[in-house]
């Protein structure tokens, strides 16, 4: 027990003060030092001493030696960190692709806009060789880009998949290190009868801030002293000095994308993806999702519906040789994988391209029934079918057979769009092969007395046989003989000598502006004319093939309808609509995700204010308290010197 003592007095304020100088000085040596709080010596009066006539002062002691800290204020700082952190990636990786796509030379737009320009000029000279080349070239351009979009969207996702494994990495060896810190921590504490360790305090708060930085994060504080660190909705890190460390894997599908799972040791792993959120991390999980994901599968579907339906429409016109169209594309069939483990298949192929949907699936077996649901939303769709060869699932434009073998628990991926865009692939090479006009040929006979006419004609169905029986040819001829003013007969005309009647129609109104041939219920010859004016009986008009494609232009107007014309949702989207929606899609989320990245930034710099605030070293503060303190120090050195003089006279008076 401190005595009340002159000297003594005086000697546990030259230590006190002593230690504040100590802690004052350690202050300024690390006011630039990352994560550092201030630290604070507290001083107490020691305990009195009872003399007979009251109690005596017997100095001061020193208490504890503190930091300057706020838990809310750092809770606030980590959060902030982490939400700041992933909308920041979020918009970086997002403005990349935003700046491509919407880019009139990087992007889609002008490749679409340059081939459609090409058909049209081919529909206004169908005969050009020059023309017929240019639209052979754009098209060959389109498919470029196509591919350069595609190819460069890829990148972009092997990124991603890179920077996730880097911050994977980064994440273990941050816990590692709060794990070891934990450790000593508690060592610390037991040793020095449970005064804190602040500046191993604050190391252990600076790694776990910069841990937000990856992942959101939530602590637990036990009663030793040690952190315990969770992630997700509780995936725990860090429980005292043990870590579990996180890695990544590939999911199911061709082009599955990178997961993160816990190593739970003999248990495996725990996929924790879906449970992630804030960070480094999230940003990059958010983006793929709502940015890279999407953007690839609507150019894929674009390409995809560019391939189908100007390859039907070509398919139906005549080159220059009087031959049938042939593809001008080619498209892969939907991509599917098996989850892992599963040993049954699947056939999945093309029902209406035109109501694609730009999603991904998961279908399933429960051992009695199949679901099927996208995989960005979850929602759970309908089918149509039974799945068998002969009445397969229809859903959103595809068709799907599943295998009879199928067991329980059976799991799929189907991805009918996401490679869309690299593997559309140029067919024609030859400008002689554009399909520019139309194989019906009408015409009327010149003996005609009436003011009927015939139209031009188009084609409904390249497959019918009246194209396909004999090639080069339409089969049969037709010639149509009105035989009254509102009924007409309808002949082969192989034999013009002797022609085989077909069929007979009546009820023509050309007061109702004339009739489609053939009419509702009739025979189905492939393709369909107009009917106009008063024919008058015995008027005739001939339908057959047209040989000769060169100067015709039916069908390549009617191929520049394709690239303007509402193909695509379901008959609500044009291909043009398609990108443009997609282009626009990711403008607006670009443009939120900046608006969030700001305003989080700015929340973060606040709230780092106010940590610098409170636990911050000024210099001026602390150049104060060294003068405060040395004063004292000095002050307590006098007390002593004091006594000496005091002792000193007293052996003086003694001696005498």
């Known amino acids: 027990m401190p005595t009340a003592s002159l000297l003594g007095i005086g000697t546990s304020a030259l230590q006190a003060f002593r230690r504040a100088l100590d802690t004052t000085g350690h202050n300024i040596a690390n006011a630039n030092t990352p994560g550092f709080s201030r630290q604070r010596v507290d001083l107490t009066s020691s305990t009195p001493q009872y003399v007979g006539y009251g109690y005596v002062g017997t100095g001061v002691r020193t208490d504890s030696v503190q930091r300057i800290y706020n838990g809310f204020i750092d809770g606030q700082v980590r959060n902030y960190t982490a939400s700041a952190s992933e909308f920041q990636t979020f918009h970086y990786y997002a403005t990349q692709i935003d700046n491509v796509l919407a880019d009139p030379d990087a992007g889609l737009s002008t490749a679409m806009q340059r081939f459609y320009s090409a058909a049209q000029d081919l529909s206004n000279d169908p005969g050009s060789t020059a023309a017929r080349q240019a639209m052979i070239s754009e098209g060959q351009g389109l498919v470029d880009r196509f591919h350069s979009l595609g190819d460069w969207l890829g990148d972009m996702d092997a990124q991603v998949n890179n920077e996730l494994k880097a911050s994977v990495t980064d994440i273990n060896r941050i816990t590692s290190g709060i794990a070891e810190l934990n450790e000593k921590i508690v060592f610390a504490y037991g040793v020095a009868h449970q005064q804190p360790p602040n500046d191993l305090l604050d190391q252990r708060d600076l790694l776990i801030r910069e841990l937000s930085e990856h992942v959101s994060v939530t602590t637990l504080k036990q009663d030793d002293g040690a952190i315990n660190v969770m992630i997700g909705t509780g995936q725990t890190l860090v429980v005292a000095n043990n870590t579990t460390q996180l890695t990544t894997y590939r999911g199911a599908g061709v082009n599955s994308p990178l997961q993160i799972a816990l190593q739970a040791g003999a248990n495996g792993q725990v996929p924790i993806t879906d449970q992630l959120s804030g960070g480094k991390i999230g940003g990059l999980l958010g983006f793929r999702e709502r940015v890279l994901e999407p953007a690839m599968n609507e150019l894929g579907r674009t390409a995809i519906g560019m391939g189908e339906f100007f390859n039907a429409q070509h398919q139906k016109g005549i080159d220059l040789n009087g031959e049938l169209g042939q593809a001008f594309f080619s498209f892969p069939d939907p991509q599917w994988d098996a989850y892992p483990g599963v040993s049954s298949s699947l056939s999945v192929a093309w029902d209406d391209i035109g109501q ?38 229809v859903v959103d434009g595809i068709r799907i057979t599943v295998d009879a073998a199928a067991a329980s628990g059976d799991t799929f991926i189907i991805q009918p769009t996401y490679n869309g865009a690299q593997s559309l692939q140029m067919m024609l090479n030859d400008p002689s092969r554009i399909a520019a006009g139309s194989p019906v040929l009408s015409a009327a006979a010149t003996g005609n007395t009436g003011s009927g006419v015939i139209s031009a004609g188009d084609v409904t169905d390249i497959n019918n046989s009246a194209f396909q029986a004999t090639p080069g040819s339409l089969t049969p001829p037709v010639m149509i003989r009105f035989t009254s003013a509102t009924t007409y007969e309808v002949y082969d005309n192989s034999n013009p000598a002797a022609p085989a009647l077909l069929e007979s129609v009546s009820g023509y109104d050309p007061a109702a502006g004339g009739e489609v041939f053939p009419t509702p219920g009739g025979l189905d010859y492939g393709y369909r004319i107009r009917l106009t004016g008063n024919a008058a009986s015995g008027d005739e008009f001939t339908v057959g093939y047209n040989s000769n494609g060169d100067g015709d232009n039916r069908n390549a107007l009617a191929l520049g309808q394709v690239l303007s014309g509402k193909v695509m949702g379901n008959g609500t989207e044009s291909l043009s609509d398609v990108y443009r929606s997609m282009v626009s899609e990711v403008g607006t989320t670009t443009r939120q995700a900046e608006i969030a990245s700001g305003a989080h930034q700015q929340l973060l710099e606040r709230s780092l204010n106010a940590m610098d605030a409170v636990s911050g070293v000024n210099l001026d503060e602390e150049a104060a308290n060294l003068i405060k303190f040395q004063q004292s120090y000095q002050a307590a050195a006098q007390v002593i010197a004091a006594a000496n003089e005091m002792f000193d006279a007293l052996l003086g008076a003694v001696r005498r």
């Open 356 to 393: 694609l949907s730009g999603a991904d699936y998961k279908l399933q077996y429960d051992g009695s029934a199949w679901s099927i649901s996208r995989t960005d939303t979850g929602e759970q769709l309908s089918m149509t079918g039974s799945g068998t060869a002969g009445d397969p699932f």
